[in-house]
């Protein structure tokens, strides 16, 4: 792979050459074309390693595309591409599996928590940077519920609102997801449960002026109660939370403003 720079502007395929950009940058990357063919790699002994690398790899995008659901839609104000990071975490985790082979290691979430607790989906301004105060988070696992406790607010200290735009409003989201196991009869990565994978409840705040004093409050999330009989030790719950930003749209209602905000995973448990 090579970045192009200088005053050379193309997108696309140039020979055996691509030509694209990234999202959260204006560089232009180039990558060349070629190498074995897909049936080549799917049957030669040689690449027997890269093929089991491929299996667990599809595991990984597997596990992070349904940790991104559990996000509850507040990834929206991510200002970099959150896939490839979970994609590594899930990378991360899945080694740390001794007991399987490769090519079959599990993906559990559930023996490490802590790897997920504080992932940012921004990396201009992170959410402890954008809203300075602390919050205080509780999860109530045999009840499916998260309570979330958000202090008072005085938006001229505690608030960095760098657009300066006239409303803000905190959302919070209680999802869950469960570990990605790998199923021989099946020669596929499956969640181990799939009725609490990647679902979500959230709470979305009302839109407030950002001048102004926001009183303390405390706001409790639930998924369904007829799923709790469904919890398992392979069930994570992650709570995330999202200050977003906004202006008066053409009906002269608050509406959000892309890319203003800010968002995190608060804790997993």
Not at 60 to 71: G, L, W
Request: aromatic fraction near 8%.
């Amino acid at each position: 792979m090579a970045v192009l720079k200088g005053g050379f502007e193309i997108e696309g395929n140039v020979g055996g050459l691509s030509f694209y950009k990234r999202r959260g940058s204006d560089k232009i990357i180039v990558r060349s074309k070629g190498g074995a063919s897909k049936q080549t790699i799917k049957n030669s002994p040689k690449f027997e390693k890269l093929r089991l690398q491929q299996n667990e790899w599809k595991g990984c995008t597997r596990f992070a595309s349904c940790v991104k659901n559990a996000f509850g839609g507040l990834q929206r104000v991510a200002d970099y591409n959150l896939t490839s990071s979970l994609n590594a975490l899930a990378k991360a985790v899945q080694k740390a599996d001794a007991e399987n082979e490769v090519g079959t290691r599990n993906i559990r979430l559930s023996s490490c928590r802590q790897a997920l607790s504080g992932f940012n989906f921004n990396r201009n301004y992170s959410f402890n940077s954008v809203l300075k105060v602390s919050t205080g988070v509780e999860i109530e696992r045999e009840h499916l519920r998260a309570v979330v406790h958000i202090p008072r607010i005085n938006t001229s200290f505690d608030l960095l609102n760098i657009r300066r735009l006239p409303f803000f409003r905190i959302s919070i989201s209680l999802g869950s997801v469960s570990d990605m196991v790998y199923r021989e009869d099946l020669k596929q990565y499956v969640p181990a449960n799939e009725k609490l994978n990647g679902i979500f409840r959230t709470f979305t705040g009302e839109w407030i002026p950002a001048v102004n004093i926001r009183e303390g409050q405390m706001v409790e999330v639930g998924l369904n109660e007829s799923l709790r009989d469904d919890l398992t030790e392979e069930v994570t719950l992650i709570v995330s939370a999202a200050v977003e930003f906004g202006e008066v749209g053409f009906d002269g209602k608050p509406q959000e403003v892309k890319y203003a905000g800010s968002g995190k995973v608060l804790i997993c448990g």
